[in-house]
């Protein structure tokens, strides 16, 4: 093969798997907000979802690019916040909630495309919206690569990162402190819900359209990639690369033997089951550690 062949075929591929990778890589970044403050990003899918729908909603309506990525993290935070208002006022169950928002989201985004669009398919932007946003890509590209930089500043050197780790890992040492511990909580959700509402523009506006689904579990991957990553950035960054290279991977070469492409869409349910299980576990054992009473000497 030639080598000026060879060399744009893996500039295109490492392309493609940032972008696949960086949606993921934000609503991750923003998801361990919520698991740093004791609690599970569980709506991330439906964020990005209420995200995207917002996004093309708003660019048809105003044809413009920013006021879309501005809707889009406007309808994460709601999202966040409806997810954070339920766990911690309401004490339910946050894995239940989280999955009653995702079930919730494409109920009220087919409602919405129907009575504002007339259709419950595909919302495709006006040619010349969907041109604007096609040649901003990469504006929007450098848009979540600073949004991924500023929430890995602010969860790891911040005084909101700190304190969001304090309440998660020593609660009633928090309490005792002076924290809001449910202030904190709903405070990360809505970190959480705004980086997966832009993440939800970025898929939307870099097809020029909406489409039911088109999240298509990458809200489930992102938080399967804060476990795997072990709960740091780096390691986040490291998990989400992992899944972009897999997404880019299923989208290119379907045929290939060790890829079934009946896989990919089974892997984010199964793993997050997993890491659900994985998150329980610990709370288990740090509830078992914290009743120890220490050995007399």
Known sequence: MNPTSTGSVIADFGGSVLAAALP????????LFTESAGSLSVALEGAMLAGA????????????????????VFAGLFVG??????????????FVAGLAVNLL?????TMLSGSLFGTQ????????????????????AVVLAIACVG????????????????????????RA????????????????????????????????????GMSAGRGWIALVAIYLG????????????????LLSLSNRAQSIALLPPELLPALPYLVTFAAYLLSQRKKTKAALVGKEKPRSE
Do not use: Y
């Open 24 to 31: 993921i890589l934000l609503s991750a970044l923003g998801g």
């Open 53 to 72: 729908f917002s996004a093309v909603a708003v660019a048809v309506a105003t044809g413009s690019t920013i006021l879309a990525l501005g809707a889009a």
């Open 81 to 94: 916040a409806l997810l954070g208002q339920v766990a911690t006022r309401l004490k339910a169950d946050v």
């Open 105 to 109: 989201v494409p109920a009220m985004a």
């Open 121 to 140: 398919g595909v919302v495709n932007l006006p040619e010349g919206v969907a041109g604007r946003a096609l040649s901003s890509d990469n504006s929007i």
């Open 151 to 174: 929430l890995w500043i602010a969860h790891e050197l911040s005084p909101l990162g700190i304190r969001l780790r304090a309440a998660g890992e020593r609660g009633e040492a928090a």
């Open 177 to 212: 402190a002076g924290l809001d511990r449910d202030g904190l909580g709903r405070l990360s959700h809505l970190v959480a819900g705004a980086a997966a509402g832009l993440s939800g523009a970025w898929l939307a506006l870099s097809v020029a359209a909406f489409v039911p």
């Open 230 to 245: 072990g709960r740091r950035p780096i390691g986040i960054l490291a998990a989400s690369l992992g899944f972009g290279a």
